[in-house]
Structures are given as C-alpha cells and as structure tokens.
C-alpha cells in the first residue's frame, strides 16, 4: 500500500472547489484588518487604497481571458453572473425577441433561470449533446432564428470535462448578430481563452474553482454590449457600473484578481503536469476493467474524468472510501439529490449507468503519490 503524508484525506473533486492558494491568501490578508476601507467611499487613505487593489484585480481578471478592464463586473460568484447574463438581458430585451437557445446539460445556474423565464413568456430550445457532451456548431446554427434573442452555451462542462467548440459557435452567433453567454466557471485558469479573439459577449466565472475565495466571480461584458440595456438582479445603489448593487468584498476581490494573475503564470505548468496524473489514472484504473469513460478522450479539461464502473453504486462506494479519497457522484450543487444527473441522462446514460458513475477532477495541488494511491484504495 502507497503511503500518503497527509493529514486529511486525498482530495480529487477540484472541479466542487478548490483550495485557497497560500499566495492569494497572502494578497488577502492585509485587506481584512489594515486597508478595510469601502471602495467606494472617497477622501482618505482606507478607502483609496482599497480602490485601487479592486481595480488591479479587474485588470488582472481582464488579463486572464484577454480583455478590458472596464468590461468585468465584480459578483459574488459564477451562479450570480449567469444569472445577471441570463436573467438581466433577456428582461431588459424582450421587445426584440423572446426566444433562447441552450443546451440540455448546462449548469442549474444556467438552466433554472431560463426555466423562470421560459414560465414567463420566453420560448427555450435545448439542444442535445453528443454522447461525451459536446454541442454541435452546426445544432446551434440550425436553431437560431429571428425571434432568437441570447445563446447560452458552456465552455467546458462541469461533470464532463467535454470542452464545447467555443470559437466556432461564438463566431455563429455573431454572424446571426445573436447575443452569445458562455459559462466558463470550469474553463477559466485550466486552458487558455482569449476574448481578443473569441467573440463571446458575456461570459461568467468563479474565484473558487481557481484556487481564489468562495463568494466572489465576475461576469465578462463586451463594451459593445454595454449599451444595450441589462436589468440589474440587485439594487440599492450605482456600484459596478450600475449592474451590481451593494459593497464590494474587497478581500475577495483582491483574491479574485491574484487567483488569476497566478493563473496565467502557472497555466501551462498546471496543464503539463495534471494531464500527466490524469493520464496516470487512466491507465490504472483501465486494469480494473468495466470501466466505461464518458468524457471526450481528447477535448477535455486535463484534470477532469467521469467514469461508471459496472455493477458498482457510486453513492455506496464514495461513502465507504471518503475517509480516504474525496471524490463526487457529480456537480456540488446537485450531488445532494439521489436522481441521476441531468447531464449523464443528457448524454443518453441509463438510469443504472448513470447511479454508477464518479466524478474525479485532479488541481493544482495534487501529487503523484496521492493519484497512486487513490488508485490503489478504488482497486
């Protein structure tokens, strides 16, 4: 047996969360106790100071998917964003259509507020995958039509790893002159993406999936965009250009800004070398046999693999090895239900199939030694 020097268990769902870098926590710290001002407060030095740490933050945000800074907006997470993408343009543009294109397997910060919307007036297509959770250019074009106001499609999904073909579907939807928002909370920090070049309207992601603080994200908005109408979710004041009302958390912010700074420096590095332990796993895990892989083989985040073992049940055997490896059945934010997942079922996984399938996502943080015997303890 592989011995571990580790306090707590081995920690393989990166994809749920990810822990604190102790380089974000560094740039954190002081703006809890010393530089405690309201950003925007005016006039002495508390407040200035924190003003100018929230605004390096959304340049260093900015950096990371190669844009501006003035078209981040602070949110308290990627849930928050999606559904100020979502929510705040459809309402504010409906006069000019009333028609969303998705697709069946997005995140429940995606799919619950076009459910809200869809009760309210709004017509919703959503489109299949194919069956490692990939979405076609070729459906996305096939389903915009007049009446069509926003496409909303991941870049990479959360259980699957399947990265979607971005590019190609941003430049459908600006040919349709069709507002496009992208869920980017698991692509964001893991592979390179640059707006420069990628022409996504909106696009969301999440602090705590790159190893910054929980409760903080930005949503990405194309200065062309913001002279189109976006109804805001939260009111109660003029902060982050009107779209996001209420004191900034400066602390989490700042961690924001660090987390992707650190990102972009450690991108390739990170990429190298969990794509090496990913590999590692593969090839253990294949000795077991009754193995089946559900994700892309190829176009996949590196760290992340979904797998359903035959005649295994997913819940009873996380349980019995969570004192030992911490892995999920799939997304936190669902994995407390005992129905299959959304997007298992929308890759064409039986019930059974689906009950038998785990979810491993492999950070920044995790060593050889700990996928050796994680392998050993699933074997």
Known sequence: MIQVNIKDVVYLDNNATTRVDERVLAEMMPFFTQHYGNPSSRYYPQAEIAKKAVEKSRFQCAKLIGTKLQEIIFTSGATESNNLAIKGYCLANSTKGKHIITSLIEHRSVLDPIKELEMSGFNVTYLEPDHYGKISTEKVEKAISSNTILVTIMFANNELGTINPIDKISEVCKKKIVVFHCDATQAVGKIPINLKKTPVDMLSFSGHKIYGPKGVGALYIRKKLQKIKLLPLIRGGEHENGLRSGTLNSPCVVGLGAACELAGKLMFEDIKRIHTLSEKL??????????????????????????????????????????????????????????????????????????????????????????????????
């Open 282 to 379: 593969v090839k253990n895990l294949n000795l077991l046999g009754g193995i089946t892989f559900n994700n892309h083989p190829r176009e996949r985040l590196p760290g992340t693999l979904n797998l359903s073992i035959d005649g295994v049940n997913a819940e009873l055997l996380l349980s019995r090895i969570s004192d030992r490896v911490a892995l999920s059945s799939g997304s936190a934010c669902t994995s407390s239900k005992t129905e299959p997942s959304h997007v298992l079922k929308g890759i064409g996984l039986t019930d059974s199939m689906a009950k038998s399938t785990i979810r491993v996502s492999i950070g920044r943080f995790n060593t050889e030694n700990e996928i050796e015997y994680a392998c050993e303890v699933l074997m």
